[in-house]
């Protein structure tokens, strides 16, 4: 082997080893961030598990509190052996959520994502998607970053309250609000 040819394969090396390297550190953001995304959506689940520990009693679902900010809805808990496991799930992360309760104690109160959503949507006649009304949010509040499920979650249970109403076209699915006459209306009839 020549010098000239030692040097090209070296310098192909080099030019490998530093593609690889930026492709690495690349991965290395996308895993960050999708972490960053977990560790957000663990924390509400945790939450979830606690509500729904604590108002598992209700028969009665008016009885139960006002979701919070950036709460999810909780969905009804799937019937069977799981309990024992929720409840374990739920001790091992009920010290997160009095931390994360004992920090929120400190803000000011604000407003519902369900009442900002639903303001959102009053601005408009024509259904709008979900991620149209979330990129909205962010922009007049920037403040609040709710993730998509979590704003997803969120209309679903105004659409349960009967605030929003659902519509479906094709594989998107769009709400609107529900005007105050036709929500009489529907409860009448």
């Not at 909205?136 to 709710?146: A, G, I, Q, T, V």
């Given at each position: 082997m020549t010098s000239q040819s030692a040097a090209t394969l070296r310098s192909r090396y080099v030019e490998q080893a530093a593609s690889d390297l930026e492709e690495n550190r690349r991965r290395q953001q996308e895993l960050e961030e999708r972490i960053r995304v977990l560790k957000q959506e663990e924390a509400l689940l945790a939450d979830i598990l606690n509500l729904a520990e604590r108002y598992e009693g209700f028969a009665d679902p008016s009885r139960l509190?006002?979701?919070?900010?950036?709460?999810?809805?909780?969905a009804k808990a799937k019937s069977g052996s799981g309990a024992a496991s929720r409840r374990s799930a739920s001790a091992r992360t009920a010290s997160k959520s009095r931390t994360a309760k004992a920090g929120a104690k400190g803000k000011s109160h604000r407003p519902l994502l369900g009442d900002l959503l639903a303001d959102l949507l009053a601005g408009h006649d024509e259904p709008r998607l979900a991620k149209e009304l979330r990129?909205?949010?962010?922009?007049?509040?920037?403040?609040?970053?709710?993730?998509p499920q979590v704003v997803?979650?969120?209309?679903?249970?105004?659409?349960?309250?009967?605030?929003?109403?659902?519509?479906?076209?094709?594989?998107s699915v769009m709400y609107t609000l529900v005007k105050p006459a036709s929500a009489a209306a529907d409860t009448a009839g």
């Open positions: 509190p006002e979701q919070m900010q950036d709460e999810p809805v909780l990129d909205e949010l962010l922009k007049k509040y920037p403040d609040r970053n709710p993730t997803r979650n969120t209309l679903e249970a105004l659409v349960a309250k009967g605030r929003i109403r659902r519509h479906k076209q094709q594989r």
